[in-house]
Every structure is written in C-alpha cells, then in structure tokens.
C-alpha cells in the first residue's frame, strides 16, 4: 500500500476519483449521513459509478463499491481495471469486508483499488493486498460419491491456492467470465 495525493496521482486515476465523489452526490444515507461514492474502470474503459445506500433493515443496506461493480456487472461488463472509493472520512476510506470478498471474486488480484477521502489523501492498493486470503469458488466442496470431497472446478483463476502445502495466490484472471484461464470466455 502507498499514501500518495489527488494530485500526484496519473490523469486516468485521477478522473476516476473524480467520478467517485461525483457518485458519492447520489449517495441515500439519511442514518449514518455517510456518503461514499465509488466508480469502476472497465476494461473498455467506461467509468462505471455506484454510492452507498442506506435502509431502516440496516442488513438491507448496499455498500458504494458493491454497487458500481453490480452495476457494471449487470450492464455486461466482466473485465474491471481499477476500482476509486471516496468518502468525506479523516482517512482514505476502507472497504468493508464484503465489498473486499467481492472485489476478490469479480477482479483480478492485481487490480489498483485507489481509496480517497475529500481532503486529497489517497491510499493505492489492490484486490490482494485487501483480501490476500480470500474465499473462493473452489472452496466450495462436494462430495462424491466415494466419499471423496473435491473442488466444484468453478474457480475464477485468481484465487488462493495450495501446491505443495503452500498457499500461493495466482497472478492472473479477471473475473469469473473475464478470461481468468485459458480457454474462458
């Protein structure tokens, strides 16, 4: 992770900051009167933007970073290149832990994950370094018939795995449609 400034960040990140607190306007937050905006760059290059809204069921509740990448999702996106999250906060602001699980599910391990706050502080740091260990489609077993439990062989091909007792995380993959592995569409 690297503390660095709005201003010494490269254009590309700095228009997506920009489209975070563009985003973070729309913001319903009328509990916590947090708001936090968030865009996703793709890998067509389009800024994809999402904000925090609140509900009285407070479980019902949707994280800003959970949204611009539903969003872009749902809108046929499947390849994510940065990931900017701003909020008025006296840090640039983490994501939560279930923002940082989907993050490690749709993007890849090495994606930049640029967080802000209003006063021009910025944080660069990526999927991994959020979430270097983090649950993935193989962990999700089943048993065979013989008793056997194996992976569902549904991974994304970025996630942790363990070769020779060791865990090691893979470098590649994009998103679990996002030619993660050869061969993926």
């Known amino acids: 992770m690297e503390q660095t400034t709005w201003e010494a960040l490269p254009p590309e990140h700095r228009e997506g900051l920009r489209r975070a607190v563009e985003a973070r306007e729309g913001a319903y937050v009328p509990y916590s009167h947090f708001a936090v905006g968030a865009a996703v760059r793709t890998g067509s290059g389009a800024y994809v933007q999402g904000f925090n809204i609140e509900n009285a069921a407070y479980p019902l509740s949707m994280c800003a970073e959970r949204v611009a990448l539903y969003r872009a999702y749902a809108e046929g996106e499947r390849e994510f290149r940065a990931l900017y999250v701003v909020a008025d906060a006296p840090r640039p602001v983490p994501p939560c832990g279930a923002c940082r699980q ?17 006063r021009g502080e910025v944080l660069l740091t990526t999927v991994e370094e959020l979430l270097p260990f983090f649950f993935a ?23 942790p795995s363990f070769e ?18 050869e061969g993926e569409a």
């Open 137 to 159: 489609p193989d962990d999700l077993l089943r048993q065979e018939k013989g008793g056997a439990l194996l992976g569902t062989g549904e991974g994304n091909g970025h996630g």
């Open 164 to 181: 020779g007792g060791e865990v090691r995380s893979s470098e590649t993959g994009a998103g679990p449609r996002g030619g993660g592995r």
């Open 102 to 118: 989907v993050m490690a599910e749709l993007c890849p391990p090495t994606m930049p994950v640029i967080l802000a706050n209003l």
